[in-house]
């Protein structure tokens, strides 16, 4: 599913598409005929939708309705629908806080990719990334310039990842380091699913001037088991929704700036 119908919010299919997705999560399954009476849609429609979403490989058949397909847990076009709302408004958010004429590095995730693809009337752009997904989104301005490192191509990401990634990014000094995270524990630390992962964000975060932290709610409380950084290291936050007290403490005895996606900024 192209993130950009999506964003553009002109795809009604889409839309639904990505709250299904969130339906058969939540539910762990999800009949046609629920789906077509909750969308007020035909049962046609909604097996359309579901044609596309199981040809992808995130949901599957079962009598009646649709299940996650095995392994999808992490799949990364199912985690770029999940939250899309949410991922959405940080995302816009997010790219008002970038102004034109910088340098931005981007890491990998699917609400980073989403802020890159806020930033298409961005002019004089030079954004990096090891994310292919992220410079692609950045290609299609024809507006920005944009840079990406060699070596080993992770399949399930689409990104580059392990030491030429962190040598890539320690080559340039950013205005802007963008990044997501897998979760933030409750004494702040950021957390990683991986040990590439958390060494390609330190490389941009001590490389960028100012350091943004991109994330929707459901990474508070999250389980990830690297850990690396504390969310009082950045510069700006920006969250679809406030996160827990101790988090709003830390981040306002930082002096972290917060943004909260449906509120004014703290």
């Known amino acids: 599913m192209p993130l950009s119908a999506l964003a553009s919010g002109s795809s009604h299919g889409s839309q639904r598409q990505a709250q299904i997705a969130e339906i058969v999560r939540d539910q762990g399954e999800a009949k046609v005929d629920d789906l077509a009476t909750l969308f007020q849609v035909s049962t046609q429609t909604i097996r359309k939708d579901i044609n596309v979403m199981c040809e992808k490989g995130l949901l599957r058949r079962v009598h009646g309705g649709v299940e996650l397909a095995r392994g999808t847990a992490e799949h990364y076009d199912l985690r770029r629908i999940l939250n899309f709302s ?42 990096f990334s090891n994310n292919l997904h992220v410079a692609l989104s950045a290609h299609k301005f024809g507006t920005a310039e944009v840079t990406i490192p ?74 990830a088991h690297t850990c690396s950084g504390h969310v009082n290291k950045v510069d700006h936050v920006v969250c679809d929704a406030r996160p827990p007290a101790a988090i709003c403490a830390m981040l306002d005895e930082a002096g972290v700036q917060l943004t909260i996606c449906d509120e004014a900024r703290l």
């Open 150 to 223: 060699g070596g080993r191509l992770r399949a399930s990401e689409a990104d580059i990842v392990g030491p030429s990634a962190v040598s890539f990014f320690d080559g340039y000094r950013f205005d802007i380091g963008l990044f997501g995270v897998a979760a933030v524990a409750e004494d702040g630390a950021l957390l990683d699913l991986s040990d590439e992962d958390a060494h390609a964000r330190e490389a941009i975060t001590r490389n960028a001037e100012t350091k943004i932290l991109v994330l929707d709610s459901s990474k508070f409380g999250r389980r």
């Open 86 to 127: 949410a991922k959405m408004k940080i995302g816009q958010a997010a790219a008002q806080l970038i102004p034109n004429d910088v340098t931005l590095a981007v890491s990998i995730g699917t609400t980073p990719e989403l802020a890159v693809s806020c930033l298409d009337h961005h002019q004089g752009l030079r954004v």
